[in-house]
């Protein structure tokens, strides 16, 4: 195999070309500089990466392609990267080290990184059907007016929908569909948001569902519970979703917003381990393999150990962007350390140990203006369960659209819910990070989304986390503030800070406000 040692760079193939491959590829952009690697990245879409999270942003116009994008294919080429956009691996010539492309082509490899993330699931519904040997996720095979909201085509779609004043039904009633439809009628679409069960996210909210649901209407949004059975369609356009029992939602325009599943097609096919992802062990290296590394929506941390306690709970990937930028960040370092001849022992990438970033429970924030809902790990403990050292609080005002449940064991937060309250469901999320207890009385963080808590309400010190998907912390973007950024662009190109979810951007600018008028206040 290339190394340090040899006169030849490393191949390194990096198969997806996502936001996680793109901080990778950040990585290791030094390394192809200085002559030690040859790096091909191969993505399926014919543009370069851009931030997924950000598409409904953009299909209703918040924002525009460009302010998205996460690299540039021909700066990239001319830094010397084969960079191979609308291009599909078919298979991994594992034997051979290559992967195969459906245009005939072998590309050889020494490290291969599989980066392929996640598909959007298609539900089984009558007019939906998937041909036999197609991907699910294929949007040539959708009938006209239907679409997911994933890639910048889809985007386009939804844009054109609503410029159209197409009443807009999106299906799926969990973060991506409440998200999409918000975004859609805030801009003043028309939308109805089908979903099952008795409220949008009644799995995770609990009753709080039930008041995000009254927030979802008073946003102008139809909420519709009910089973799907199919779709209708009219001059071969979608008219309409079916529910069983025969009632119909007519539309203009169908998103499907009914999860994620990770892409594992290419770990399966090569005779790679693979579970709910591709099942990788602490070093991110596939499980029982020598040159292969899975990271970001494919991977999952489980390295198949019995006496590993990290890899004892629930290990399938979670489909959040920060875990897999830390993934992108950790492996990035490990192969500069190896390649660059700085890490032959045990900080290369075969034997560095790496945390299952990610593994910790993970704190969901629906993103959307004027509707606040966070929610964090165990939540289905009830306010009534007999059990040493549990203690859950629950408190709900439905008339003002406020509800808030605390899970604590021995004091300590270990699950919360939290809708229409921010800035409660910012110090819970604070006291959850780190492990803290709470006051004896649970009623006093209430207090913090009232009139007098808004006055009383200091703000978060510099070590708080500001930008939850990059890791970014208030002191660090109050520097770069301080060091002339004056925007919320400005401060992302110089942190990271604001490029994954966007849901920090009201903090930054709170941050630059604050820089710019302290001088003029004293």
Request: proline share 5%; charged share 20%; hydrophobic share 45%.
């Amino acid at each position: 195999m290339n190394g340090p040692a040899s006169s030849l760079p490393s191949r390194v193939v990096v198969v997806g070309f996502g936001p996680v491959a793109a901080r990778l590829v950040e990585h290791l952009e030094p390394l192809v500089a200085a002559g030690l690697v040859a790096l091909t990245i191969i993505g399926q879409e014919p543009d370069a990466a851009y931030n997924r999270v950000l598409v409904a942003d953009l299909a209703v116009g918040r924002t525009r392609e460009a302010a998205i994008r996460l690299a540039d294919a021909p700066a990239l080429r001319a830094a010397g990267i084969d960079v191979r956009l609308g291009a599909r691996v078919v298979r991994v010539d594992r034997p051979f080290r290559r992967v195969l492309l459906d245009d005939g082509a072998a590309i050889n490899y020494d490290r291969l990184v599989l980066a392929t993330g996640s598909r959007p699931v298609r539900p089984r519904l009558d007019g939906l059907e998937t041909p036999a040997g197609r991907e699910e996720s294929d949007d040539a095979l959708l009938p006209p007016g239907v679409s997911f909201l994933r890639d910048l085509s889809d985007a386009r779609a939804v844009a054109s929908a609503l410029a159209a004043r197409q009443r807009i039904v999106v299906l799926g009633g969990g973060i991506l569909g409440i998200e999409a439809a918000l975004a859609a009628a805030e801009e003043g679409g028309r939308v109805t948001l089908v979903h099952t069960g008795r409220s949008p996210m009644e799995r995770l909210l609990g009753v709080g569902s039930r008041v995000l649901a009254t927030a979802l209407r008073e946003a102008g949004i139809t909420v519709v519970a009910g089973v799907s059975a199919g779709i209708d369609l009219e001059d071969g356009r979608f008219a309409g979703v079916r529910l069983e029992g025969g009632a119909r939602v007519d539309g203009g325009a169908l998103v499907l917003a009914c999860g994620v599943r990770p892409r594992t097609e290419l770990a399966e096919g090569c005779g790679l381990a693979v579970a709910d992802g591709v099942l990788v062990d602490h070093t991110l290296r596939a499980v029982g393999t020598d040159d292969i590394w899975a990271i970001g929506d494919c991977a999952e941390v489980c390295c198949l150990r019995s006496s590993c306690t990290v890899c004892a709970g629930p290990t399938a990937p979670q489909g959040l962007i920060g875990p897999g930028w830390q993934q992108a960040d950790e492996l990035g370092a490990a192969l500069v350390a190896e390649l660059s001849g700085n890490g032959t022992g045990a900080g290369s990438a075969r034997n560095r140990h790496i945390e299952p970033v990610g593994r910790r429970e993970p704190v969901i924030v629906l993103k959307a203006r004027g509707v606040d809902a966070v929610v964090a790990g165990e939540t289905d403990a009830d306010p009534w369960t007999v059990e040493p050292g549990l203690t859950v609080a629950e408190w709900a005002d439905p008339g003002h659209g406020r509800y808030a449940k605390m899970v604590t064991r021995d004091g300590v937060l270990t699950g919360l819910v939290c809708v229409g309250m921010p800035r409660t469901g910012a110090e819970l999320v604070l006291l959850f990070e780190r492990g803290s207890e709470l006051p004896a009385d649970r009623s006093s963080l209430l207090r913090l989304d009232s009139a007098e808590g808004l006055l009383a309400a200091s703000p978060p010190g510099p070590a708080a986390t500001l930008c939850r998907c990059a890791g970014i912390t208030r002191g660090t973007v109050q520097e770069s503030v301080a060091a002339g950024c004056a925007s919320v662009r400005d401060v992302s190109s110089s942190t990271r800070a604001g490029t994954g979810c966007g849901g920090c951007h009201e903090d930054i600018r709170t941050v630059i406000e604050e820089h710019f008028t302290a001088p003029v206040a004293s």
